[in-house]
């Protein structure tokens, strides 16, 4: 089974700067898809960015990117000029065979 | 476009009864899934379905849980007998293929089992 791993249970960062979370997966599967769903404090489930498996350049999506690690299984996210509307749990999640499989969470808080 | 619904937002039920939370799908989408979010852990799947059929019932416990998607309506996801352990928050997501390997969620079901 596939099992995805967030060792970072909190994460801070001050307003401006620039943030790293971390997130590694198990898998045996060539083809999948990774995720990062931000879930602010209304528990609303919200897509910031996705990655091919297949694909060698690492997405990114505004203040978003993604270090995508294939060999290793690594999949980290780093958020750029963090603001205050960043601090939400960060869940990485891995697709495959139709469902998702989702990290225990980072809990991102950023001073201001 | 309205996003993914659900109802109710929040739903107390005493141990014993039963517990029925609804889900409509995006406009245009007819695959749903529903997860289930245990407090300070991430969301584990329970269920994919398509209209009439289910898909995948892997993450479903095997008893007092089932679900469904009919042709009219919204999915449904019934606990029968509830228990402490059920308490949690419940998403359904949708997509429109299976193809698209995007999912968006809805806002969630906060069960309390008192």
């Known amino acids: 089974a596939q099992t995805v791993t967030q060792s970072q249970p909190e994460m801070s960062v001050q307003e401006a700067e620039t943030v790293t979370l971390s997130c590694t997966y198990d898998t045996s599967e060539s083809d999948y898809y990774l995720f990062w769903y931000k879930q602010p404090p209304s528990r609303q489930m919200i897509l910031v960015i996705r990655q091919e498996a297949y694909k060698q350049q690492n997405a990114t999506e505004n203040r978003f990117s993604v270090n995508f690690q294939k060999a290793a299984k690594s999949f980290s996210l780093k958020i750029s000029d963090s603001q205050l509307g960043d601090a939400a749990m960060y869940f990485c999640?891995?697709?495959?065979?139709?469902?998702?499989?989702f990290g225990t969470g980072t809990r991102l808080a950023v001073r201001p | 476009n309205a996003g993914v619904m659900q109802n109710p937002r929040h739903l107390v039920r005493r141990r014993g009864q039963e517990a029925r939370l609804r889900c409509s799908p995006m406009k245009g989408h007819s695959h749903v899934y529903w997860y289930r979010q245990l407090p300070e852990e991430g969301l584990k799947f329970m269920v994919y379905l398509q209209k009439e059929n289910i898909i995948d019932e892997s993450g479903m416990p095997k008893e007092r849980f089932s679900a469904e998607f009919p042709k009219e309506g919204p999915s449904i996801l019934r606990i029968q007998q509830v228990v402490r352990g059920d308490s949690a928050a419940y998403f359904c997501?949708?997509?429109?293929?299976?193809?698209?390997?995007?999912?968006?969620f809805g806002p969630g079901t906060r069960l309390t089992v008192l």
């Open positions: 999640a891995y697709y495959r065979g139709d469902k998702l499989t």
């Open positions: 997501a949708s997509s429109q293929m299976r193809e698209l390997h995007e999912q968006f």
